[in-house]
């Protein structure tokens, strides 16, 4: 199996360098799952059923969220009826959505896609081991899972680390989100499973991690604000990672960073 996980999505600009990016990026690595982040596609904070279905319309498979998935309401009910979105699983069950989901593929195979938000300098959360722990109960991978692929979306690079180890070879891949910045320590761990600490944004880097950069500085230099932080407008890049799976195990071939801009 061939995936392509593309990083935040902040606001317009990561929206429609997305967006343009589909096509090439099908072109470029054929791949059979196309996933994103939306956690700060709606200007910057959590995403809308409008963005999230146009993403799908353009060739998306599936969308991952984040810390900031309860920051539009009208997300809400989306995250019930939409079966190709998942939120933190680590987050009540009684809240809207699901943590994890089967998502079919074209070719005929199954990608089971979850998501977990950290503990570390988050808000406080049920443990992403436990959770995955209890969702991998029901799953061996290359017997009724072609491939599983899990969102860690954490501030603390040694969460994630710890993590990817602790799972290390019962799933395909753990790939990490939140920080907007792409780190270069991507590889495939011993046991199989391929891991990157984080996958980096898709929007306008000539800011703060994707936001204008004079509310960041202001609260630096002085500890205070009035302003309230904005998304860059430029133009956007496309940060991400490829993976590819063997089919008989589940587990990873190969991992790719990926940088697209357009």
Not at 218 to 226: C, G, N, V
Request: aromatic share 8%; proline share 5%; charged share 25%.
């Amino acid at each position: 199996m061939k995936i392509v996980y593309l990083g935040d999505i902040v606001a317009r600009p990561g929206r429609e360098a997305v967006i343009d990016a589909v096509r090439p990026l099908k072109e470029k690595y054929a791949y059979d799952a196309l996933l994103v982040n939306v956690d700060n596609a709606a200007h910057g904070f959590g995403c809308t059923p409008k963005i999230c279905n146009r993403l799908l319309q353009t060739g998306v498979t599936a969308i991952v969220t984040g810390d900031h998935v309860w920051n539009q309401k009208e997300i809400f009910s989306f995250l019930n009826e939409n079966k190709r979105i998942v939120r933190p699983l680590n987050y009540p069950a009684t809240l809207p959505g699901l943590g994890a989901r089967e998502i079919p593929l074209d070719n005929g195979q199954k990608l089971l896609l979850a998501e977990v938000v950290g503990r570390v300098f988050m808000e406080a959360v049920d443990c992403p081991l436990r959770a995955l722990d209890t969702l991998l109960e029901n799953y061996t991978l290359g017997k009724n899972i072609d491939a599983v692929f899990v969102d860690i979306h954490a501030e603390a690079t040694a969460e994630k680390q710890a993590l990817a180890r602790y799972f290390d070879g019962r799933v395909s891949a753990v790939i990490g989100s939140h920080t907007h910045v792409p780190t270069s320590d991507a590889v495939i761990l011993p046991k199989g499973t391929a891991y990157q600490t984080d996958t980096g944004m898709c929007g306008d880097y000539n800011g703060v991690i994707g936001f204008d950069p004079r509310t960041p500085i202001e609260r630096l230099k002085d500890k205070f604000s009035a302003g309230r932080l904005e998304p860059c407008s430029g133009k956007g890049i496309v940060c991400g990672t490829f993976i590819e799976t063997d089919d008989a195990t589940g587990l990873a071939l190969k991992i790719e960073p990926i940088k697209f801009i357009q």
